[in-house]
């Protein structure tokens, strides 16, 4: 008896293979035309490659990168009747892309027909109950799943530290210390994104000289900025809007009477900033800009004959650079 089933069983047919044609276009240079053949062939190892005059059902597969870094997917299905059939998919990794792309070709291929596409939208009062979806219409429904959740915000945040330059301040360039925190908001398809920072800094003179006596100055300031971030990875440009609150320390030495004095430290300004990223987490940013203090704060001696002398007065228009090193939390 066992003899007769074992015959019988290796006898069993294997499923028919479906000859099919696909055509793959690299654009976005992710993956390779046998990379993706055999990503087919794992979810549907019984779809074989037509020969050149048999008819088979044609798979023209592209992927593509925008400007805006969203890869784009695209399928059109051709079958031989004449009825055809297109796809469309986006996505921010190209892995996933082509994952996606590769099923919707191997569902797409086992299934029984493909009806073309309809001329005009059914109207959904005079819809028939719905039936169970094909395996045509789950590769559909995934394209749209995943085209839906690029539409959706993104955050991420940012977080660094870096050195800045700052005239006004001080008598001379002010080179002081950051640390600073981002949170940007962004929504696929679009080339901008907007950004918040805030970031605290701080920078000391040293010693200054004068006749009378000498002073240090110290500056700690928190800085709001709100930015519009243009381009996409691995660079962007970013025009900001800031706002300083802090103060500036004045702390006298070797003169009559030398005290502490501390002014309130306001200025609103504009930074133009650019940002290289590199290996998707790594942050380097210099940038550039301009601000005007609401206050001016003279640091002077008085001398013994009501003589002063002044060791600094706050410009009316400062200006600052700096380089910031970072990372980006996707």
């Known amino acids: 008896m066992l003899l007769s089933v074992l015959p019988a069983r290796a006898a069993e047919p294997a499923s028919p293979a479906l000859p099919v044609r696909i055509q ?4 976005a240079a992710c993956a390779n035309a046998s990379e993706f053949r055999d990503a087919v062939r794992q979810r549907a190892p019984e779809l074989v490659d037509a020969g050149t005059h048999d008819a088979a059902r044609e798979f023209n597969v592209a992927v593509t990168s925008g400007p805006d870094g969203v890869m784009r997917g695209k399928v059109e299905i051709f079958e031989p009747s004449g009825a055809n059939v297109t796809r469309r ?22 299934a029984v027909s493909i009806e073309g596409e309809a001329d005009a939208p059914m109207d959904p009062d005079h819809a028939s109950p719905t039936p169970a979806p094909p395996p045509s219409q789950r590769a559909e429904e995934l394209a749209s799943e995943r085209s839906s959740n690029t539409e959706r915000t993104r955050w991420r945040f940012q977080v660094g530290v870096g050195l800045q330059a700052a005239s006004a301040l001080m008598p001379d360039w002010a080179v002081g210390q950051l ?23 701080r920078a000391a ?3 200054i000289r004068g006749a009378i006596g000498d002073a240090e100055m110290l500056w700690l300031s928190l800085r709001g900025d709100a930015c519009l971030r243009f381009g996409h990875a691995p660079l962007w440009a970013s025009p900001c809007a800031t706002f300083d609150v ?11 009477n030398a005290t502490t004095k501390r002014a ?4 609103p300004g504009l930074t133009a900033r650019a940002t290289l990223v590199a290996l998707k987490f790594l942050v380097l940013e210099p940038e550039a ?24 007065r706050v410009s009316a228009v400062g200006f600052r650079a700096g380089l910031a090193v970072g990372v980006l939390f996707p």
Do not use: K, Q
């Open 205 to 207: 003179s040293g010693i």
């Open 264 to 267: 309130v430290w306001l200025s």
């Open 289 to 312: 800009g301009v601000f005007v203090p609401l206050s001016r704060p003279r640091l002077f001696f008085a001398g013994p004959e009501s003589e002063a002398e002044t060791i600094h």
């Open 246 to 256: 802090g103060w500036l320390d004045a702390t006298g030495s070797r003169a009559a």
């Open 89 to 110: 998919l986006e996505g921010r990794d190209c892995a996933e892309v082509v994952e996606a792309l590769a099923f919707i070709v191997a569902e797409l291929g086992r």
């Open 179 to 201: 640390i600073y925190a981002e949170l940007d908001r962004t929504r696929a398809g679009l080339p901008s994104a907007a950004t918040a920072r805030l970031s605290a800094l």
């Open 24 to 27: 793959y276009d690299p654009r």
